[in-house]
């Protein structure tokens, strides 16, 4: 036999090899979750849970350890330089970061309908405003609330927010509308922790009270989940403030 034949043959087998490796690393991809690292006191890491249980998205949960320092890991910096939770790999190994990056993504990709984050510009727009709220207005209450004491520049912002939140729930039942989104749940997850903090008072925010009664209703795995979230972030801040308290 020439070389010529033998080296055809060799390529031929490479090629199918390679081919088989391919089928093979294709269908594992395919097998597989989308996988989430998250820790249970992050209100965006609740978000994505939540929105994964509404459009029925089975993930594989993997916890990050802040006590381990387990964001700052070697192996989790490769994931996000950023060291922030959550991060969401899907099944083809492409990384996704931010909440409402994945929460969109989410039901974009894996969702059976629209609703929660709508195709439609005008109403997407709406959404994507109240998300923008949700992480440039309301959360940062709770990133200024880790001093000493609740102090008024804290109390000024709480209620700015409560007050934006309760006009626009003048126009609806939820954050954008009559119907549930995403912004919806972005919302009460961080809305839930608030509540521990800086209660909102129902004479002066009647729709936000009715509002989260509603979206205590919707919420699956609610109390299990999302409000045992909310206390263990609560408690992170209460202690943070009372070791401030004795510097």
């Known amino acids: 036999m020439s070389n010529n034949c033998q080296n055809a043959k060799c390529r031929l087998r490479s090629k ?5 490796h391919n089928s093979s690393v294709l269908a594992y991809y395919k097998m597989s979750r989308p996988t989430l690292y998250y820790a249970l006191f992050s209100p965006p890491a609740r ?31 490769k994931l996000n330089p950023q060291h922030q939770i959550p991060v ?9 970061v931010d909440s409402h990056a994945i929460i969109c993504f989410m039901v974009g990709k894996y969702a059976k309908d629209d609703q929660l984050y709508p195709k439609d510009l005008k109403k997407r727009a709406h959404v994507d405003h109240r998300l923008h709220y949700e992480n440039g207005v309301l959360f940062q209450v709770i990133i200024y609330g880790g001093e000493a004491e609740l102090n008024q520049r804290s109390l000024t912002l ?6 934006d939140l309760e006009h626009f729930l003048l126009k609806g039942n939820f954050a954008a509308g009559n119907d549930l989104s995403v912004a919806d749940v972005s919302i009460h997850t961080t809305l839930v922790t608030l509540e521990l903090l800086i209660p909102p008072d129902p004479d002066r925010y009647p729709q936000i009270t009715a509002w989260l009664k509603r979206m205590n209703l919707l919420i699956p ?16 801040i209460r202690s943070c403030m009372a070791e401030n308290k004795t510097k």
């Not at 969401?88 to 996704?96: A, K, P």
């Not at 709480?158 to 007050?163: G, P, R, S």
């Not at 795995?221 to 909310?230: H, I, S, T, V």
């Open 158 to 163: 709480c209620h700015n927010a409560y007050a």
């Open 47 to 77: 978000a994505c849970i939540i929105t994964a249980k509404l459009i029925g998205l089975d993930l594989e949960l993997k916890p990050v350890d802040f006590s381990k320092k387990e964001h700052c890991s070697e192996e989790f910096l």
């Open 16 to 20: 199918i090899a390679q081919k088989q």
């Open 221 to 236: 795995d609610n109390e299990e989940m999302n409000l045992k979230g909310a206390e263990a972030l609560n408690a992170r």
């Open 88 to 96: 969401f790999v899907d099944t083809d190994g492409e990384v996704y």
